[in-house]
C-alpha cells in the first residue's frame, strides 16, 4: 500500500478523506464491515469499490496480508467485522469471537504500525494511510472478528430469542431498537445501533446500516403503529433476520406486557426473533 503522498494526487481522493477524517470526529467508536479479497496476483485487498485512486494502493502489506491469511485458514475472500474505539472495551475483550489491535505508532502521511493481540500470531501489521479513508483515523484499538456465513450469534437467536447482548451480528441479522421520531439516538440501545451497526443520527425510523429503529417516544398509538410498518417490512424481506430488543421498556417507561403484544404477528414470522420477557408475555406459543 501506499504513502499518503503517492495517493492524494487525485482530486476526488482529497474529498474522499477530508469525509472520512471529518466522519471519525463525530465517531469516536463505531463498527465497520469490511471485506478482503486474495486475488489472482497472490496479494491481499481490500474490497472498496468506492475508492477513486489506484487499485494498487488497496495492496495488504506488512503484516495485513499475513494476518488475513492467517484469520482465514486459506479462504480466498475474508469478511470481519472491525469496532474502532479511542478506549479498551472489556465486552470485546471478553468476547471470543474478537481480537484486539493496540496501535504502537501512527504517522499522517507513513501509516500505522500495530500490535495483534491473536493467540498464533507472532508479529505486527502495518496499514497505510487508506485507512484513513476507511477508518477516518488511526484508532487507538481496533477489535476484530471473522464474519463467518450463515453464523448466528448465539444458540438462542436459532430459538428466535433476542439475546440480551448483541455484540456481533450474524449474516443478514439486523438490530432492531427503540427510537424517537428525531432520531436523536443519545443513548442505551439506539447510541449502541449508532456506535455498532450502522444507525443514523437524524433518522428516526426505518432501517439504517445494519440496524432498524422503532419510534417509542411518541405514545403508545404511534408506536402501535411503527411497529405495524415494521412487520410488514420484516415480512417483505425474508432474506433478513430481526432481532428485536426490548424497545419501549427503558426511558419511553413502557411495561413488556404493554409492548410484546404488539408484536404477536411476529409469532408466525420465522425471520424474527424477540427477547424473551416478549415470549412469555405472548403466552404458551414459544419460538
Known sequence: MSKLSNIIRNPKVIAQYIKGV????????????????????????????????????????????????????????????????SETVPELDSDPRFFRCDALSSNPVGGATYDVRL?????????????????????????????????????????????????????????????????SHGGGAARYAMQRFGAVWGQGEGLQGRSYAIPTMEGLQSMTEAVGRFIHFAT??????????????????????????????????????????FWEVLGPTKP
Open 119 to 183: 493467540k498464533g500470531f507472532n508479529r505486527t501489521m502495518w496499514l497505510c494511510p487508506v485507512t484513513l479513508f476507511v477508518l477516518g483515523e488511526y484508532p487507538r484499538h481496533l477489535y476484530i472478528a471473522r464474519e463467518l456465513k450463515n453464523e448466528k450469534t448465539t444458540d438462542e437467536t436459532s430459538n428466535r430469542i433476542t439475546p440480551d447482548n448483541v455484540s456481533l451480528l450474524g449474516e443478514h441479522e439486523i438490530f432492531v431498537f427503540g427510537s424517537n421520531i428525531h432520531g
Open 22 to 85: 471529518y466522519d471519525a470526529r463525530r465517531d469516536k467508536e463505531k463498527t465497520y464491515h469490511l471485506a478482503f479479497n486474495r486475488e489472482a496476483n497472490g496479494g491481499w485487498y481490500i474490497d472498496l469499490p468506492e475508492w477513486e485512486g489506484a487499485h494498487a494502493q488497496l495492496a495488504m502489506v506488512a503484516g495485513a496480508d499475513d494476518l488475513l491469511e492467517f484469520v482465514g485458514e486459506g479462504a480466498p475472500r475474508v469478511e470481519v467485522t472491525v469496532v474502532k474505539s
Open 236 to 277: 417483505s424481506h425474508p432474506e433478513l433476520h430481526f432481532l428485536v430488543t426490548r424497545i419501549g421498556c427503558g426511558i419511553a417507561g413502557y411495561r413488556d406486557r404493554d409492548v410484546a403484544p404488539l408484536f404477536r404477528q411476529c409469532i408466525e414470522l420465522q425471520n424474527v426473533s424477540l427477547p424473551a420477557e
